[in-house]
Structures are given as C-alpha cells and as structure tokens.
C-alpha cells in the first residue's frame, strides 16, 4: 500500500476508537475525549471525569459504530483516577464500559517507545470538543518541546490546531510509529480555543508508567489490537518497539521457514522415495527432530558416543554464540536450517523470542570480500537474499513477498530494541582457501557487532596459525549419534510414513545384521538409510549390502552437487573411479607404496575437470568430497575415507572392473569369505560375482573338493543373510552343498535367528541351509544356469 494511502488509512481507523465522555456530580458537568485501548477499557484525561474537581456520580459516553451512535456508561474506580491535585498521576484515568465490551469494540495501541518523533514532524489528532463538531473532530499537532508540571509530573508542549476544552483525552499518533505517542491536556477554558502552544501531551511512556497492568490488555492476540498492529509497517513496529512481525519481517521469516527446508540431500532424498513405496516426498532434513549429541571440548575423541562429556544439542545450547565443529553428514547444516526454521515459525505464530534467525552459506557471503567497497551489512544481504532467491521465485505472484528481503540498512541495527539478529553462517570450509582468513576475519567482526549474536558452523576448528579469535563463541564438536539418539531419529523420520515401533525395531535390527550399525551413526547416513528402508516396503533392505552401498553412494554425491552453488568439479563417474583406485590400493595387500588421494587427482586429465571457482581444481574436488561425507577432512592422507565399510565397497568396485572372472577368481573370494578380517571386502566382491559370474560359483558348488564346496557354500549363505537375491539355481546348489555337508559335520541345532559364531561350529550347515533357502530370489535370469543345476 502506497505510504499516504497508509496513513490515511490508519487516520480513519483512529477516528472509530474515540468516544465523546461526560460526567457529571451534583449540577457540575464536565465533558472530553477518550479512546479504547483494551476490552471494555477506555483511556482519558482525569479532569474529564472530576466534574467541579470532585468524582463524577455518572459517567456516560457516545461512540460512533460506522453510522451508528452507541450510548455508553462507564464505571469509575478511584484508583483508575490519577489527577494532578494530590500528586496521584499525570492527570490520566481509566474507565470500564459498564456491562463488558460492547460489540465490535476497537482499539488503539499504544506506542512503547521512549524516543520522541523527528523535529516539525506533523501529529494527527482526533477528539470531541465542546462545539458543533463534538461528535468528532480532526486536528494536527507539533511538539515545541518538554514541560513540567508544578506536580513534577513531564509532558510535552504542542503547538498547532487550535484546541477546545472537550479536546482533552484525545489520542494523538505519528506517522513515524504509527502508534498513539500522546493523551491531549487542553487548557480548561471553554469559551475561546486553546491559544498555540498552550496545551500539552501526557507521553505514551507516562502512560504506561502510571497503569503497567495495561500491558495485560495491550498484548498480541486481542483481536482489535492486532487489527491495528496488523497496519503497521516494519518501520513503525520497530519505532514504537512493538516487538511483532511487520509485512516485511513475516515475509521474509515466511520464506525463511521454507527455505531452510532446502537441502541439498532433500530432492535427492525426495526422488528415491518417489521411486519406491514410499509414495510422496518425504520430510526435509530439517523438521527431523532430534538432539545431536555434542562435545564441549574439541580435544576428546568425537569419534565415540556415548561418555560422560557429551550433552545433547539444541537451538538454546547455541546461545549467546557458538562455533559447531563436526564431519560431513554430523547434521551442522540440518541443525543451523532447523533453528532458523523453528525460530521463524514461533516469530510466525505469535511467540516473541529473543532472536531474529539470519541463515546465510559461508561461500555466498565470500563474494566481494576484501574489496574496498565490501560492507558487512550488504555482504550479508546479498547472501540471505541469494538463499532465498529459490523460495521467493515460487511467490512470485503474492504481492506480499516482493521486496521483502532484509536490505543491507536492516543489519545496521537491531530488528527490535533489546533483540538482536541471530546470524547462523554455514560452511566456512567451502570457502577458498585462499580467502577463508577473510571471512573468518569477518566472522570476528560480526561476533563484536553488538546487533548479532553469531553462530558458525565448519568441519573443522580454525587453526592458530589463521590468526583469528571469535570472542565469547563457545566450540562444540559434533558427535556420531549414540544408539538412543540414533533410534529417536529413526524413529522422527519413519514416524513421518506410519511406521510404528515395530517398524523401527525391524528397520535398526535390519541395519545391524547387515553391519550397517556404526555407518548410521552418523545423521545424514542414518536419514539416507531411512529413507532407502522405506522404499523397500516389506522386504527391509534388500539386494545386499553391495547395492545398497552403490544407492547410498549415489546419494550422497547427488546430494553434495545440488548443496553447490556451480557443478561438480569432476563428474560422477569420474570421482567413483578415482575413490575406487584408491581405495583399491589401500586394500592391496602386495602395494608397499600406494598413492594419496590428491596424487591421484593430480593424474586426471584435464579434458575431464571442470573449473567453476577461482580455487585450484584439486582443492575444490577435496571440498566437494568432504561434503559427500565419504571423506574425512581430519582423516590421515593415507586413509581418507570416513568409514571403512566404504573402503571396501569402492575397492570391491576397482576389483571388479580390473580382474577378470575365472575359477582362481572365485576360490579367493569364497576363501576370504571365511576370514573374519577381510569379509567385509570379499563380500562386496562375491556380490558382484552373483550378478556377474554365477556359472563359475555354480562350479565351485558342485566340485569334487569339499573344501571348496563348503567355502563357496559359505559365500552363498552370507550373501543370502545379506538378503542378496540369489539366482535359485544357484540356491539350490548351495542348499544341496549344505546338506551334504550338515550330513559329515558334527551334528547340533540350527539356530533360525543368528548364525552360530562360525561355519565350523555345531549346527552352522542346518542354518546355512535354512537361511540359502528362505533368501530374496533373483528377478533376473542367468545364462546357463536355467539349463544346469549343479550339485545334483
């Protein structure tokens, strides 16, 4: 709404809140101006109501509803009195409307500003003066300056309209705060007018001084209080400190909320539970409620759960200001989004907290640093208004959100008196290392700034060397999630899809008999999985764990290149080929000296880079790698990967694409199968052979040999718990090895829930048996086994 339009609005809106008062006492008659400002509850001059200076008998008012007059009687009590005489008040008293609130009842609000409004500034009145117009009229005012009354009471001395004795209880607003700054004092005489600058204002401030119980009637949620409230624009909110949300602050929260849902796994996320049974979307990240668990001192091991030293986290352990420190996939990033969005929504629903949320991605904000015309307060601008660019787009119709992101003028100052903006900066470590001293000098300057209270997030904490403080920040290391914390997150995500206890029972138990345990102790692998569980409907996590650690995988570098604000630096495929080399190297055991990481990066071709910074193109491929989470930033450059789950997987993924499939091939997958140190890898290579190569497991199944019966036997039976779905040929083959097996062994009872510790241990070829034959079945045929079935 145009600025003038807006102020003759809320002219209008003033002018239906005044009542014209008279009393009377014993022949003595008085009469003047009031307004409501609460239920029932009307606020004017004390002389108004102490005709012949002594307490009115009746009390009676007219209020004008639209067209209608309203006929009004009034209760007084004497301690709602305060007039000069005595020194009792600031001539003030408040009256109640006999009966209760009469219908449609409006109400002003009054400014709780102690500021005074800008010199010459116009003052807009409207009261019921003693003379033809007393059923209302309009006036202008200006303030000269301060006054005292002899009782010592202050007021203010206003010059302009001319004003009549029945002017006395006006309410007066400015346009600055858009609020009542003033009660009119006109002088006692009735015959002539008011001469200029003879009357006074009794101050908003005097007001809420002489009655602070007013505040209980004066307060958000009052209907016509927020219908007036609800005029005000964000200037005016902030100038009369009401501490509520104006168009342009709901805006913006409004986009806020939605925004900090974004993350880069959630579409991903989104997609794979599109795909499957999950039907619909699923949660962002950040409305899955959990506490994650935290370590005060970045000194312990982070990589344990569980000891006396760590605490949960949560939006007020944040406060006044923290450094978070924590891995890819810990949760930084979903807890910063989670505490803007939780601190937007109670801004939005009413509830005035102590902080505005800011959230703002480290590398927007590294744009411009360090130039000559680099402000603070435009650099922050410009990234809150780049991260919610998205947001505002898909509202690009509603009126209300245009123009509604905080201008650089806005983090000047506080967005209230007595609140400050909380300013939540996400990934420092994204930011170039040849500038992130910069910003962390900037980070300073933010937390000194007395208008922000700053919360930073990284993976790691800044080094000594860098020559940055951030004062009075305290760091918390995040932890991998404790079993319990892990289950109440298991359990937040599913509950959004109807799962019950049960099924997060199944869902946990599905993840230790796979070995997955400590993999999701980690938040965002914990989500992943969750949201891969759904998708699997009654078949819990199906296709083994080689499958399900390529979909994870996928994911997870997915979800890293839309956190970008460019593209990858290196495609998928690529960067899979790269961790596969070197994860292969790692689990070479005839390599006596292997290759770090960044030396393989150094041997890819330049034809397949991609440039999209100004860091060097190794720097960003390690930078985009530590926020898959495949990666560790603090892990030795010999081992950088941040499981060694994923060690095998990606070394079981160079196996295959470098070794060719043959008898030899088989016998050492299946024997290491039967070692307890290298299962993990040896499993995820016999996965690819069950796809690849059944015939040549098929073989090794119906040998002569019983020692390489039984060792492929044991392949199949671990797979199969797995839930891989074996090829039925190949089952049967297995079963029948089994079978014969259980026969020769010494005898014992199969356990139907859990393999006995070994293959050699009683009953161990009844289990095996028993689990070979109730494993998923393979969708897909295979050549050749259809038309043998070995072992017969």
Request: aromatic letters at 6%; hydrophobic letters at 40%; charged letters at 25%.
């Amino acid at each position: 709404m145009d600025p003038a339009q807006a102020w003759e609005r809320l002219k209008s809106t003033l002018n239906g809140t005044t009542v014209a008062l008279h009393s009377s006492r014993q022949g003595a008659k008085e009469h003047g101006t009031g307004f409501f400002v609460g239920p029932g509850l009307v606020l004017t001059c004390a002389h108004v109501v102490l005709p012949g200076d002594r307490a009115a008998e009746h009390v009676e008012g007219i209020w004008r509803r639209g067209t209608e007059q309203v006929s009004l009687a009034f209760s007084v009590d004497d301690i709602d009195v305060r007039p000069f005489d005595g020194g009792r008040g600031p001539d003030l008293a408040l009256l109640r409307v006999t009966g209760g609130p009469p219908r449609d009842q409006p109400c002003v609000a009054l400014s709780r500003g102690s500021g005074l409004p800008p010199g010459g500034q116009k003052l807009y009145a409207h009261g019921h003066p003693g003379h033809e117009y007393s059923g209302g009229d309009s006036f202008t005012l200006e303030i000269v300056g301060g006054s005292w009354h002899k009782s010592g009471a202050k007021l203010l001395k206003v010059g302009g309209s001319e004003l009549w004795a029945g002017a006395s209880g006006s309410p007066v607003i400015d346009e600055t705060s858009g609020c009542v700054i003033g009660v009119v004092r006109a002088k006692q005489r009735r015959s002539v007018p008011t001469a200029d600058h003879e009357s006074r204002l009794v101050p908003a401030h005097v007001v809420w001084d002489t009655f602070p119980l007013l505040g209980q009637e004066q307060r958000i949620g009052y209907g016509p209080l927020d219908d007036w409230v609800g005029l005000l624009n964000d200037g005016q909110l902030r100038e009369a400190n009401w501490k509520w949300t104006g168009p342009d602050l709901t805006g913006y929260l409004t986009l806020l909320r939605e925004a900090t849902g974004r993350h880069g796994y959630v579409d991903v996320l989104q997609r794979v539970l599109r795909g499957g049974s999950g039907g619909s979307g699923g949660p962002p990240l950040s409305t899955v409620g959990f506490r994650v668990p935290v370590r005060a001192k970045p000194g312990h091991d982070a990589e344990k759960s569980g000891g006396a030293d760590c605490r949960p986290l949560d939006a007020a352990a944040l406060l006044p200001g923290a450094h978070i420190v924590g891995e890819a996939g810990t949760g930084k990033s979903t807890l910063l989004r989670a505490v803007a969005r939780d601190s937007a929504q109670e801004w939005l629903a009413g509830t005035v907290g102590d902080y505005v949320p800011v959230y703002a991605p480290a590398p927007l904000l590294a744009d411009g640093i360090g130039t000559e015309s680099w402000d603070p307060h435009r650099w922050l601008s410009r990234a809150v208004s780049w991260d919610l660019s998205d947001a505002a787009a898909k509202r690009s119709g509603d009126i209300r959100f245009q123009q509604v992101l905080p201008q650089p003028a806005a983090f000047e100052e506080p967005p209230f008196p007595a609140r400050k903006w909380l300013v939540l900066i996400d990934g420092v470590d994204e930011v170039d290392r040849g500038r992130r001293k910069q910003v962390q000098g900037a980070l300073a300057a933010f937390a000194n700034a007395p208008q922000f209270t700053l919360v930073v997030a990284s993976r790691d904490p800044f080094r000594d060397d860098d020559g940055i403080e951030l004062p009075n920040l305290e760091t918390l290391r995040l932890c991998r999630l404790s079993g319990q914390v892990r289950r109440q997150l298991a359990e937040n995500y599913l509950a959004t899809f109807g799962a019950d206890t049960a099924t997060v029972d199944i869902f946990l138990g599905e993840l230790e008999r796979l070995g997955l345990s400590e993999l999701a102790m980690r938040p965002l692998f914990c989500v992943v999985l969750c949201a891969v569980y759904v998708t699997s409907g009654a078949s819990g996590l199906e296709g083994g764990r080689f499958k399900l650690l390529e979909r994870l995988t996928e994911i997870l570098l997915t979800g890293a290149e839309q956190q970008r604000a460019g593209a990858a630096p290196l495609s998928r495929k690529e960067l899979r080929r790269v961790l596969a080399a070197h994860a292969g190297e790692l689990r070479d055991p005839l390599l006596a000296l292997r290759p770090s990481l960044e030396e393989l990066l150094h041997q890819v071709p330049s034809e397949l880079r991609v440039q999209s910074g100004s860091r060097p193109w190794i720097e960003d491929v390690q930078i985009f790698l530590y926020a898959t989470g495949l990666v560790a930033s603090d892990a030795p450059e010999d081992q950088p990967f941040s499981h060694e789950l994923l060690v095998d997987y990606f070394a079981a993924c160079r196996w295959a694409s470098r070794t060719p499939l043959d008898s030899k091939a088989v016998r050492q997958v299946a024997e290491d199968c039967m070692k307890r140190d290298k299962e993990s890898y040896a499993l995820f290579r016999a996965a690819h052979l069950l796809t690849t190569a059944p015939g040549l497991i098929a073989d090794e199944l119906g040998a002569w040999s019983a020692r390489r019966r039984h060792q492929a036997a044991v392949m199949i039976t671990k797979l199969a718990a797995e839930a891989a779905p074996v090829p039925p040929p190949l089952a049967r083959a297995a079963v029948r090895a089994l079978e014969r097996w259980a026969r020769k062994a010494k005898p014992g009872v199969p356990q139907p829930l859990r393999s006995p510790d070994l293959p050699t241990a009683p009953g161990w070829p009844e289990w095996a048996a028993a689990r070979v034959a109730a494993a998923p079945v393979a969708q897909l045929g295979h050549k050749g086994l259809e038309l043998t079935d070995p072992g017969r």
